[in-house]
């Protein structure tokens, strides 16, 4: 090949690649003034889109109008008992064969005095990081939350040394509180029974039920404390419990005395 073709042929593929560089950059720049545009027209129709609260007043009436109020009600209904039959079967599979369960309470002693000391925006931040405290040692030790209200939580367990590494975690982690909780004084008080429970659409029910509440109603901030019926079944656990001495007490609503038992957290 002479020297002449040679220096043609790379004339010809700088101007190629000239050529190909020039439409790459128009693309390039086409394609960014149609995304910009498509980020315009999003940013329009969200203005103009009407907010959430209006559109679902708006999407109600339009089913009204269409299907009729009794139709709307009833599949209303019908999508809230769905909702409350997705727990069911979590409650039915930590539950024993004859419906025992470990229930828990707790709850954060002195909330409503602590509330008043740090105003309703501070106590806010104390409940979300208590919560986030709580929700993961259940989840952690399988537990499954029954329901929460305010500061309190009711919570189910298969065995009730589960329960019991919940419980311990948690206090540990208040014993060694995360930032948003330094200097707060956030005690919790935790009480835990063991026995058969109802369940009714996702929601526990029954004496058993209302023991575990009334000996959390008994736990001091930083305590936990448990029935006999608990101390019997961790008895034999591997990582071995701790309890201080019995206790007899009067349970509210419920006759007859009530030995309890608290856990020496520190030392579990």
């Given at each position: 090949?002479?020297?002449?073709?040679?220096?043609?042929?790379?004339?010809?593929?700088?101007?190629?690649l000239i050529a190909?560089?020039?439409?790459?950059?128009?693309?390039?720049?086409?394609?960014?003034?149609?995304?910009?545009?498509?980020?315009?027209?999003?940013?329009?129709?969200?203005?103009?889109?009407?907010?959430?609260?209006?559109?679902?007043?708006?999407?109600?009436?339009a089913r009204v109008?269409?299907?009729?109020?009794?139709?709307?009600?009833?599949?209303?209904?019908?999508?809230?008992?769905?909702?409350?039959?997705?727990?069911?079967?979590?409650?039915?599979?930590?539950?024993?064969?004859?419906?025992?369960?470990?229930?828990?309470?707790?709850?954060?002693?002195?909330?409503?005095?602590?509330?008043?000391?740090?105003?309703?925006?501070?106590?806010?931040?104390?409940?979300?990081?208590?919560?986030?405290?709580?929700?993961?040692?259940?989840?952690?030790?399988?537990?499954?939350?029954?329901?929460?209200?305010?500061?309190?939580?009711?919570?189910?367990?298969?065995?009730?040394?589960?329960?019991?590494?919940?419980?311990?975690?948690?206090?540990?982690?208040?014993?060694?509180?995360?930032?948003?909780?330094?200097?707060?004084?956030?005690?919790?008080?935790?009480?835990?029974?063991?026995?058969?429970?109802?369940?009714?659409?996702?929601?526990?029910?029954?004496?058993?039920?209302?023991?575990?509440?009334?000996?959390?109603?008994?736990?001091?901030?930083?305590?936990?404390?448990v029935t006999e019926?608990?101390?019997?079944?961790?008895?034999?656990?591997?990582?071995?419990?701790?309890?201080?001495?019995?206790?007899?007490?009067?349970?509210?609503?419920?006759?007859?005395?009530?030995?309890?038992?608290?856990?020496?957290?520190?030392?579990?």
């Amino acid at each position: 090949m002479s020297e002449t073709v040679l220096i043609i042929l790379l004339v010809g593929a700088v101007i190629a690649l000239i050529a190909v560089t020039g439409l790459w950059r128009q693309e390039r720049r086409r394609a960014l003034r149609l995304e910009a545009e498509l980020a315009r027209e999003r940013e329009r129709r969200r203005r103009a889109a009407p907010p959430p609260s209006l559109k679902a007043v708006l999407q109600t009436a339009a089913r009204v109008r269409d299907e009729g109020l009794g139709e709307v009600l009833r599949s209303s209904f019908e999508e809230l008992a769905g909702l409350a039959e997705e727990a069911e079967p979590e409650l039915r599979r930590l539950a024993a064969d004859d419906g025992t369960v470990t229930i828990f309470f707790s709850d954060i002693e002195d909330s409503t005095a602590l509330n008043e000391d740090l105003g309703d925006r501070g106590w806010l931040k104390v409940l979300e990081a208590h919560d986030r405290i709580v929700r993961k040692q259940v989840e952690r030790n399988g537990g499954y939350i029954v329901k929460s209200q305010g500061d309190g939580f009711m919570v189910a367990f298969a065995a009730a040394a589960e329960a019991l590494r919940s419980a311990i975690g948690i206090q540990r982690s208040l014993d060694d509180p995360p930032r948003q909780l330094r200097g707060k004084h956030v005690a919790v008080r935790i009480g835990i029974h063991s026995g058969r429970a109802l369940e009714k659409g996702g929601d526990l029910f029954g004496r058993n039920v209302a023991l575990a509440a009334r000996v959390a109603d008994q736990a001091k901030g930083g305590e936990i404390l448990v029935t006999e019926d608990v101390g019997e079944a961790t008895a034999d656990d591997r990582q071995g419990f701790v309890f201080t001495a019995p206790r007899e007490v009067e349970l509210k609503g419920l006759p007859g005395p009530h030995i309890l038992l608290a856990v020496n957290w520190s030392d579990a």
